[in-house]
Every structure is written in C-alpha cells, then in structure tokens.
C-alpha cells in the first residue's frame, strides 16, 4: 500500500470482522423490503409531521428576503399621498407601481400558503391584498381553497384571511351588478371561479366545523369578517359592528404597521365606505346557515355560555345581528330566546304572565364582556319581549343602574326604545337621583333620554327641568349660567366656587405639556354632548340653551369657540333644524369686530368658516368691512390668513359691487372654499401639473405697475401667448389644499385676470425703479 494511503493508528480486524456481518443482516431484510414495493410507495413513519406554526411548510430565506423588500416599497407608497412621486409629464404615474406589483404576484405563485403562515411575509399579502384587483383576488382566493379550516385557525394566516374578505366586499358588490375582468383564455388551466362562488365554497367548507370555530381564539374574529360579508346590512355593517371584527390588541399591532390602502387609490376616495353594497341572495342564505348550524348543535346552556367568553361574545353579538336581520329572532328557540331565558317564548305563549328576574340576566347587565351583548339584545329584540325585559330588569332599579360603571351603557341603550309612558315614569324614578350621576360622570343615560324625547316629541319639558334640577339652575336668572355649568359637569354652587375657565386650545394645550392645568375647569365631553342634545329639541325648550350662549360676555363666547370640546356645541347650534333663524343671526352679529381675535387659532377659524357660510351677503359685508383695520393681523397670522383669504379683502376695497355679486353667488353653494368663478379676483392662482408637485404661482403684486403703466409690445403679447398655451396645457380638475389653492383655469380666464390689472389705478407705476436710477 503506498505510503499516502496509509492510516495512523492501531488495527482493529477483529471488531470489523464481528461488525460487518450485522450490517449485512440489518440491510438484508429492508432492501428486500424495498423491492418488494413500488418506488413511489414511502412509509408513513418517514415522512415529518407539519410543525403546527408552518403547517404548510417554511417560506425560503432568500424570498423573505425580497418580500421584506416589497413591504417597504408599498409601505412607502400608501404613505404619501397622489402624485408625490417624481415622475415625468407624459408616463402614468401608477405604471411603476403596476409593474411592480405584478412581479411581486409572480414571485408569490404556489408560494400562497407558505407566505399566509409566514410571521413575516402574512402582513405583507396583508399590504398587498388592498392593492390587487378582482381578477388577481378570484386567483388569491382559489390557491388557499381546501385549507381554509387550518388557515383561519393559524395566528398569522388568520389575519390574511380577514382582509382579504373585508376587501372582497367591494369585488362582490361589482359582481353583483354584473362587472367582471376580462380574463384571457387559456388551455392548459381550468375555468376559474368567481369571487361570489368562491365565498360560498368557503362557507360551505367552513359550515361542519363552525360549532368548534366560534371558540377559537384566531378564526372567531375570521368568522366575523365572514359574516359581515354575508350580510353587509345598516345594522350589521354599522361602526360598532366593524369595531369588534378585531381585538384591542390586534388593533393596535395593526395601527403600528401604518396605513394599509391601495397604492393605486386616492386617499379620500378610498376612506369612503359605500353603504349600499350589493351582494347575491345566496350570500342571505349562507349566513342564515351558520345561525341554523349554532342553534341546532349547541343547548340553550352552551349558548348562553358564550355570552359571558371573550373570543365568543363579540361573534355571538354578530350573530344575533344577522338572526334578526332575517326575522328569526322573533321565533320560539332562536339563540335570541336561548340568551334571554325564554322570553320570546313566553311573549308568544302567555305575554301577561309576570316573570322573575334570572340570576343569568343579572349577570349580564354588570359582566364588562357580556353586557356588549345584552346591549345588542335589548335593541334587536321584539317589541314584546323588549316590554318584559324593561318592566323586569330596569324599571324600579334605575337609581342604582345609571350610575353602575357598566350597567348605565345597557340603560342607555334600553332608553333608546322607550314609549312615552315607560320615559315618563324612568324620569320621575331618577328625579332624586341626577345629581349622583353628574356627580360620577356618567351622563349616558341622561343624554339617551333627551334624545328619546326629541325623537318622540314627548315630555321635552320635563326634561328640561331635570336638567335645571341636577345643575341647581332653580331660578330663571340661574340659567343663563346653563353652558358654562354643563360644560365642566358641576352645578351652580360648585362652579361660582371654582371660576370660569380661561383656557383657550392653545393655553390649554401648553398648560397640558407642563403638567399644571386644572382639569375641573376645562370642558367635559359629557356635558358638551348633552348640550348638543339639548340644542336638537324644539324651539321652546331648545332656547334655553341659546339664551344662555348669547348672555355670555364676547370673551368667554370667543373661549368657547376657540375649545376643541366646547366648539362643537356652536357646530350644533347652527346645524340644528329647531333652533331659529333669529337666533343664528344673533350669535354671527355678536362677534362682529372680534372675528380677527376668533380666527386666529387652530379651531377658533373653523368656527369662523361656520358663521361666515351661515351669513347672507349683507351680514358678510358688515363682517369683512369690521376686518378692514386688521387686515394686516390676519396676513400675518398662521389661522386668520385663510379665513382672510376666504372673506377676499383685496377685491371688496377695489370692487365692492363686483364683491357683492360674487358673494350672492357663493352663498347658493355649500362649504366655504372659494369657487372657480372667483378666479379672476384671487390675488395668487396656483396651477399645478398633473403629474408633478411643480406649480407656477402668479402674483399681481406691486412688481407689475410698471408693465401695467404702459401699452402692451410684441414681447408682451409673445408673453402673453406663452403663458397662456402653458396653463392650457397644465390644467388640472379643482383640488383643495391646506397651504394652496389649486384651480381650474384657461386662457380666457388669464386674460381676465390680466384685463383686471391694466384696469387698476397706477398712479406710482415705475416710481421703485426711477429712484434706484437717481
């Protein structure tokens, strides 16, 4: 043996000898094992069990990788708002993002399953899934069919599958009407559903286990995504519905990981929610099964038994929702009888029978969990059996209800279905006990009661005076005291004690940041809430607020306006139907010759707005003639130079009958933007590309006198001609904007604007240049 291949270290041929013929026995037996059988035919013993957290397998580093690549960019994208991008004039600026999205799907095919288990990559399909249209959504859906089950049931994966069916409501309602992709044929594949047929697939996989879902801590919030889906009706789909379709907890985690939205929508298109939402009638009978399903294989004790869970009281809620909504709640043996011991029942078998009050029900009313769900029932259920409930749990036992932490948020929601009989004997049951509530802060049932009576039109009155009572407003005179008292939740005594507030926004905002503001004196949002109510009853009884606002001095009103709480009983004021003309016209007349101290802050100037849209053009002539003097205060401050800008100064001083027929114009529309027929008084017109944050700004300033003094030459009308070819050219829609105003604009409306300056009186045209040269 050559030296090279020589070992160091002592022979063993003995212990080889004895080993090998074990080897050969041990092979012997599973070769021929082997043989025996066909190739493809592997044991079950060596084929590894599914990790429970990738049951689909673990997604390649090196596409984590590019996927985390992805999340950024789109994240970048659904940042920044329209046409932030730097692209050029002629390329459509939604052409990159299409094409990267595209190579993103493709990267992403039969890949699917993987991705949705993935810790990483689910929250960007999650990013991605607002961004996909129908066609690639029909294609999504189809890959995860068959594993649905342990898809919703896995705690990444759950997550991919709630989005994606909140964002299939809009592909179904398109659907519905009978929009469809164009999707190109092809051979070698097989016909591919649509979105409707797809959802109902999914219901009817998902149907025999929906018993053991609904306790599932990560497919419950799933399955109330699904249903409201199913059933996209006003009460379903209303916000609270919405609310409850994720945790706190998920909430927050999704808020930390910024806005999710198409990256190809504009932002305030897409934050609109379409209420009509159309859906099939197979989408009806679908959610009526899972209710069928649950009332058929749980008992009336395990349905009751979720009402009290945490991961199944939310999607019982929506459950009962969707009962009523399709007019099974009213039957003997629905979960709404289940849930409420039998009441239903009784009202169809004997409804004057008296019943005693169920230890369960009790619970409810005080239970944080489950009283969101009593809420619910109290209502949707049926007028009769809504009577019983009142008459056996609330009526003799308000008085320590109301001011119950959880229990005055199930009265007040109960108060919302009273007659006018069962609202005159709760105010008369609470007459010695409002000032316990104000007292604790808890004026839910309060407010609740005189919106019942401004609905019904009934007991306004008494109301009022339950008001005066608890705020110790006893005397007539007390009650000009009325705001500033329901405002910081304190009677008479207490408040005349404490002092006013004097703490405007900003004030009170640096006095936040230092730690030192009283918190007594500032406005509540309870109080400012029950005003509100107030304001919305009828002319008689809703004075008693006005009179209050108007007895209080200029400075305190200006204070109230400028308070980021209390401001919004003004908005009330003037949006409200039964509180009179005359009234309005007061309130805006009364700030005359102090709107320049009112506009200069943050919320004092959308207060401003409202009364300036409220005013006729007489009462806006006498308001910006008051603000002549302090024009130069309103440029220069941060607030007033908007609402200056609004009131156009400029043209009243040069044009005031040109002024006056402008403002007759504006008050037919609504809002208090300036409209395009404006154009040719504006002092600055911006006109912004289409594709581009580049905008020329004009300015008929002191700068042009001189080219106003003299007769228009040949490089006047060249620049003339110019100019007006390149507004042609970059004129956009009309967009409104916090720092500038973009209109629409034309050659014809540049020649106005120009025609407007030669017209001018240029007595010191030149003069700034001839000085210079002398």
């Not at 004196?521 to 009828?538: D, F, M, T």
């Amino acid at each position: 043996m050559p030296n090279e291949n020589r070992k160091r270290g002592k022979k063993h041929k003995k212990t080889q000898e004895h080993s090998q013929p074990s080897r050969e026995t041990n092979e012997v037996p599973q070769s021929a094992e082997h043989h025996n059988r066909p190739s493809w035919i592997v044991p079950a013993q060596e084929l590894e069990e599914p990790h429970p957290e990738a049951p689909f397998g673990y997604v390649d580093p090196d596409i984590k990788a590019y996927f985390r690549t992805v999340d950024d960019q789109i994240r970048t994208w659904q940042q920044e708002g329209p046409y932030e991008e730097d692209q050029a004039a002629d390329l459509d600026p939604n052409e990159a993002k299409r094409i990267f999205l595209v190579a993103a799907l493709s990267e992403m095919s039969e890949k699917e399953k993987q991705l949705a288990t993935d810790p990483d990559c689910s929250v960007v399909l999650e990013r991605m899934a607002h961004s996909m249209d129908d066609f690639v959504r029909r294609v999504f859906l189809d890959r995860l069919s068959g594993s649905y089950e342990a898809l919703i049931k896995h705690r990444f994966a759950s997550h991919v599958c709630q989005t994606l069916f909140t964002v299939a409501a809009d592909t179904v309602s398109r659907e519905t009407r009978g929009i469809y992709p164009s999707v190109a044929d092809s051979k070698d594949r097989g016909e591919l559903r649509t979105l409707t047929r797809l959802i109902l697939d999914i219901c009817e996989e998902l149907t025999p286990v929906f018993t053991s879902l609904v306790m599932d801590p990560f497919a419950s919030h799933v399955l109330r995504a699904l249903l409201l889906l199913l059933s996209p009706t006003s009460s379903t789909a209303s916000h609270k519905a919405r609310s409850n379709v994720r945790s706190k907890k998920s909430s927050a985690w999704k808020t930390r990981q910024g806005t999710m939205k198409s990256v190809f929508a504009d932002n305030k298109s897409y934050d609109h929610v379409d209420s009509i939402r159309l859906v099939p009638n197979q989408f009806h009978e679908a959610a009526t099964r899972f209710v069928r399903v649950l009332k058929s294989e749980l008992s009336d004790n395990e349905v009751r038994a979720l009402a009290a869970n945490k991961v199944a009281s939310p999607l019982l809620q929506l459950i009962l929702e969707v009962e009523a909504d399709h007019g099974e709640s009213s039957l003997p043996g629905s979960l709404m009888d289940h849930v409420l011991v039998g009441i239903i029942t009784i009202c169809h078998r004997n409804p004057d029978e008296q019943l005693e009050a169920s230890d369960y029900l009790v619970t409810l009313l005080r239970d944080p969990t489950s009283s969101h769900l009593l809420e619910t029932m109290v209502s949707r259920c049926p007028d009769p059996a809504f009577t019983i409930l009142w008459a056996t749990y609330f009526r003799g036992k308000l008085a320590r209800l109301v001011t119950h932490p959880v229990a005055n948020f199930v009265v007040a929601k109960a108060v919302e279905r009273l007659n006018p009989t069962q609202l005159k004997g709760a105010l008369e049951e609470l007459e010695s006990s409002w000032n316990k509530v104000i007292g604790s802060a808890r004026t839910g049932v309060l407010r609740a009661m005189i919106d019942r009576a401004c609905t019904l039109r009934a007991h306004e009155k008494d109301i009022c005076q339950a008001v005066c009572n608890t705020f110790e407003l006893f005397q007539p005179k007390d009650r000009s005291h009325l705001v500033s008292c329901v405002l910081v939740l304190k009677p008479l005594r207490e408040y005349m004690a404490a002092g006013p507030t004097k703490h405007s926004s900003e004030d009170a905002q640096q006095s936040s940041k230092k730690g030192n503001i009283d918190d007594s004196k500032e406005p509540k949002v309870q109080g400012a809430l029950i005003l509100q109510s107030l304001l919305r009853l009828n002319e008689p009884h809703c004075t008693m607020v006005t009179e209050s606002i108007k007895s209080l001095p200029t400075e305190d009103l200006i204070l109230l306006s400028q308070n980021p709480i209390s401001s919004r009983v003004i908005d009330v004021l003037f949006d409200s139907e039964t509180v009179p003309f005359k009234v309005k016209r007061t309130l805006v007349m009364s700030l005359i010759g102090h709107y320049h101290t009112l506009v200069d802050d943050r919320i004092g100037s959308r207060v401003g707005d409202r009364c300036w849209a409220f005013a006729d053009p007489y009462l806006r002539e006498k308001i910006a003639r008051s603000l002549i003097v302090h024009e130069q205060f309103l440029a220069a401050s941060y607030f007033g130079k908007f609402f200056a800008r609004n009131i156009n100064l400029y043209l009243l001083q040069r044009r005031p009958d040109e002024w006056r027929e402008l403002q007759s114009q504006n008050k037919s529309s609504t809002g208090s933007t300036i409209s395009p027929s404006a154009l040719p008084s504006v002092p600055s017109v911006v006109v912004q590309r289409p594709n581009s944050d580049d905008a020329e700004v004009f300015h008929p300033s002191k700068t042009s006198k001189k080219r106003r003094s003299r007769v228009e030459d040949e490089i006047d009308a060249v620049f003339n001609a110019s100019l007006g070819a390149k507004v042609k050219r970059t004129a956009v829609s009309a967009t409104g904007s916090c720092d500038k105003l973009v209109v629409q604009t034309s050659d014809q409306g540049l020649q106005d604007v120009l025609g407007a300056i030669r017209a001018a009186p240029s007595d010191d045209s030149g003069r700034g240049k001839r000085q210079r040269k002398s």
